[in-house]
């Protein structure tokens, strides 16, 4: 590992200056992704500013029923909150999904979010990656890419976004609050990841100097049901292969509304907009979900590895829709 100065700021305005004052510096929450990543030389942060003990690990609920969790918020206790169990239980059950208990006590809200891809090429320092060092290749493309994306890839890049709790946040509209010496604004989820197109390395719309400090969630429908469900290769604390956080409302056996997400097929969390559009106003019927997904799915691009994912994607957002469905009111 690297020589590296750290800091261990007392409120955010210090944070940002700090960040601010060192080219190079990087944001320390619960370090179960970053430290790995220095251990490995694939992150050599000049500078670690630690902001895990800072004033930014409150879940609170504003008067319109938004969710308000602070940046440094555990894992553990995100889950195990009784308003986020209440009022969005695909978020907790995306969270427990995601790792082990003592991971969950260590990993910050923020840094979920902003976790790195775990394709194998990425993780090397000896493989050449676009991400890790543009213009070197994509090793992944001809080589092991079985868990890497089907959606959203391109010639440069085809690695997958490993977060659950970020594709359950896209799918409830969630809006990340960023400060920065320039002042403090709201970026909706969908709208932080960027697709790797040619620029790989630059993997959210976040500039130097931003720090993430709070996610708004808004509150679901009345009467909307949501699940988090995810295929992976071993039975707990293991990366997607494919997932699907979903919210479903209905009323007399048709849709009035529908959240789709979908994890390990893309370099972000996937918004399903294309099989919501198509749902909205129609039957609740597996028929109808598996139609929709089916015409999602036409814009996949998988390579020979991973072609798989393709039908596995339909039939498990399908099945999750029909039990959903299944819980409407008489």
Known sequence: MRTFSYSRPDDVGEALDLLAAADGAMLLGGGTNLVDLMKLEVATPVALIDVSRLPLDAIGVTDDGTLQVGATVRNSELAAHGEIRRRVPVLAEAVVAGA??????????????LQRTRCVYFMDVTKPCNKRRPGS???????????????????????????????????????????????????????????????????????????????????????ARSTYRKVRDRASFEFAVVSVAAALTTSGGHVSDVRIALGGVAPRPWRARTAEARLVGGPATRAAFAAAMDAEMAAADPLAGNAFKVPLVTRLVTSSLVELSAGEDA
Not at 176 to 187: D, I, N, Q, T, Y
């Open 137 to 223: 290749g994509c090793p992944a493309r001809a080589g092991y890419h079985r868990n890497l994306a089907v959606l959203g890839g391109s010639a440069s890049c085809v690695a997958t976004h490993p977060s659950d709790m970020a594709v359950a946040m896209a799918a409830l509209d969630a809006e990340v609050v960023v400060r920065s010496a320039r002042g403090e604004r709201s970026v909706l989820l969908d709208d932080l990841y960027r697709l790797p197109d040619d620029t790989p390395h630059v993997e959210t719309t976040l500039t130097a100097g931003d720090m993430i400090t709070r996610v708004d969630v808004p509150p679901l429908p009345a009467g």
């Open 100 to 113: 082990s208990g003592q991971l969950r006590n260590m990993a910050t809200t923020a840094g979920n979010l």
